[in-house]
């Protein structure tokens, strides 16, 4: 029995695999596209993931790498075109888990807490005042003040 000799990709399957692997097709649907060169027929799952295992690791990040590249050489650039750079947005957000953050200021102003401290001194003074007009205790919450 005569042995088989190892599948050896060439470069155009190995960059159709990272390109595969990096816009998320599955394992089924690159097997449908590389054929076993001994065979003639697509090759199994356990063959692609055992041949191009380097491939199958790294094409996503090298593809975000890529197109990251190419946003920053657009910020650099004179000249943009704002579809490739939406286009590119697009991708980073749906692939490299990039996303847009709306930055909230949430310090108020100055004066803003002390205006509204007499204006709820103010309201607790004027309950007190009903309640002493109407014969009902106003108890304090024993909190000292």
């Known amino acids: 029995m005569a042995l088989e000799k190892p599948f050896v990709p060439t470069e155009n399957q190995r960059?159709?695999?990272?390109?595969?692997?990096s816009t998320g097709h599955s394992i089924h649907e690159m097997c449908l596209l590389v054929d076993n060169p001994h065979t003639g027929v697509p090759c199994s799952a356990p063959m692609l993931k055992d041949v191009?295992?380097?491939e199958l690791a790294r094409g996503?990040?090298?593809?975000?790498?890529?197109v990251e590249?190419?946003?920053?050489?657009?910020?650099l650039s004179k000249e943009v075109s704002p579809i490739k750079l939406r286009a590119a947005m697009f991708v980073l957000r749906a692939k490299g888990g990039w996303k847009e953050t709306h930055v909230l200021d949430h310090q108020m102003p100055q004066g803003v807490i002390e205006g509204a401290?007499?204006?709820?001194q103010s309201k607790v003074n004027r309950f007190a005042n009903?309640?002493?007009?109407?014969?009902?205790?106003?108890?304090?919450?024993?909190?000292?003040?």
């Open 15 to 21: 960059d159709m695999i990272e390109m595969m692997v």
């Open 52 to 54: 191009f295992r380097k």
């Open 60 to 66: 996503k990040a090298k593809y975000i790498t890529a």
């Open 69 to 75: 590249r190419d946003v920053y050489r657009m910020a």
């Open 117 to 120: 401290h007499d204006i709820l």
């Open 130 to 145: 009903r309640a002493g007009e109407t014969g009902v205790s106003a108890k304090s919450n024993g909190s000292g003040s």
